[in-house]
């Protein structure tokens, strides 16, 4: 009797919470349904309609129109080339500055300030963009990926991961003479495969929605990324009324055809996301909580 | 042991530190000379501490300087606790699965970029046809315009970041939360305590380290508010309540090439921003070490 009296007025006292965490749950997924649903709808269908739930008119106009563009399949194709070659070394050069640093070899509050440091001050847009230039990599996909090659947060986590390794496997291994080189590689790697892939999944988000420095080194179109081009469409466009800009574009852009970009550059993360969400976390946890 | 394959290691990060970071922190000289592109930063001439004169009476720096601070001191306010908020309602939910569907859609819209965030504004919020504001305004037949509007466009910067980092920002209380030792509630439910008299008088205190670390953090960074978002949402109706520190660099060296004025500008930030870092960073130290 006074069990199940407690346990209706638990159920109670949970419903408001309930109640508020689904409709934040609504809040922040439904945007992305929206642009899905609206992506694959008939224009002339849609037009002042607010909540939508299901594509009216099913259509793949939209979608084909906007991946016709030559601009938009060279943009599609640099930030592709930008995000794999870029999360490939920015990987690879973050595990091998972690390593030394966490074998603590002479020097190591030296390399680790030498990085800090970075992440408190820097020397701003100018100069970088006056490097990136003197090293003439203006209009070169290049840009995109050295200046950036190492995020110091993702080197702190990766130095926690790498730091759960049992030092006595890779000591022993070092008395039987190997080097470290393949101390690292044989021994090392595979068992902090957890956190390899945590920071090469940050790398390669933070390469997929950056547009800052593509917007201020590639003057030419067919250099531009994804989201360069998306930020002409989706924002310019909108802000002079929305008429294209892109002289090939024949069409003026609908909302749905602008929703159909933002498709393009959503998909990919939303297929991905509920697989690889967990080394998001684990990884943020890992560098801020020991950070 | 053999220590040159480990500094073989750090080669390429000891390289690319050098000449992507460090070389272009020593090109800030700049902001004492006067600054031609075509004869460089070594090839151009000194002038002593004009650019700062310049900047500092400039008719745009004090504004600029006032909404960066008014907008950072905003989200402090409104941001910062909605993750707390987050973790202690999410923490009501017993069931793990049922949590782990919540985080899930609460992680997502940190994860897109925000060009498409500013794009979302723009199609749910449109005057006429917005999903939000044509609804609205069916109802009370006022249209409502919130990107290109001074009175409401600082809001819609503090809501979409907190729509956006709520979710991901929670993660460390939650586990700040977890660390809780189970004994206290026990011993609190035994004395009759309500869930609400738990959370108050348990949950928060404990994790209060944790809260006040993040905040230091957090003033550390009051310069940065958001350049990437700023700069994807801003346009000129509303430049004079939306130009902070970083958009201010980037329009008076790319749209007005004052190469030399914008990097005093951002050096300005940058050496303000390192002090309060270092400031608030050794507080956050200090509260970590005296509660323990």
Known sequence: ?291 | MKLWPYYAMLLPGLVFFFIFKYIPMSSLIMVFKDFRLTRGVWGSKWNGIENFRILFQSYYFPIVLRNTILISIYKLVCFFPAPIVLALLLNEVKRSWIKRIFQTAYYLPRFVSWIVISNLITVFFAPESGVVTGFLSSITGKTYNVLINPDTFRSVIVISSIWRGTGWGSIIYLAAITGIDESLYEAAIVDGASRFQQIVHITVPCILPTILTMLMLQLGQILNVGFEQILAMINSVVYDVAEVLDTYVYTIAFTQGKYALASAAGLFKSVIGLVLVLIFNKIANKIGREIF
């Open chain 1, 1 to 291: 009797m006074h069990q199940s009296r407690s346990r209706s007025k638990h159920l109670l006292a949970s419903l408001p919470i309930y109640i508020v965490l689904i409709f934040l749950a609504i809040i922040m997924t439904y945007p992305f349904w929206y642009v899905l649903v609206m992506s694959f709808s008939t224009q002339s269908m849609v037009n002042n309609i607010g909540f939508i739930l299901w594509p009216k008119g099913f259509t793949l106009h939209n979608v084909s129109y906007i991946m016709g563009f030559s601009t938009f399949s060279t943009s599609y194709s640099n930030t592709i080339y930008v995000v794999v070659l870029g999360t490939l070394l920015s990987t690879i050069t973050t595990v091998l500055y972690a390593y030394p640093l966490v074998r603590k070899v002479p020097g190591t509050k030296f390399f680790n300030l030498l990085a800090l440091f970075t992440m408190l001050f820097s020397g701003g847009i100018i100069p970088a963009f006056l490097l990136v230039r003197s090293l003439g990599l203006l209009n070169n996909l290049w840009s995109l990926i050295l200046p950036m090659l190492i995020n110091p947060f993702n080197l702190f986590i990766m130095r926690n991961f790498l730091g759960e390794i049992p030092e006595s496997i890779q000591e022993s291994a070092e008395i039987d003479g190997a080097s470290p080189f393949v101390i690292l590689f044989r021994i090392v790697l595979p068992l902090s495969m957890a956190g390899i892939a945590t920071i090469a999944l940050f790398y390669a988000v933070a390469q997929w929605n950056s547009y800052f420095d593509a917007l201020i080194y590639m003057s030419k179109r067919e250099k531009w990324t994804l989201q360069v081009l998306l930020r002409e469409i989706l924002v310019v466009a909108q802000a002079d009324g929305g008429g294209a800009t892109d002289a090939t574009m024949n069409e003026s852009m609908g909302m749905c055809m602008r929703l159909a970009a933002t498709t393009t550059s959503i998909i990919p993360l939303i297929l991905l996301y509920p697989f690889l969400q967990k080394y998001f976390v684990k990884g943020v946890t890992m560098g801020a909580v020991k950070g």
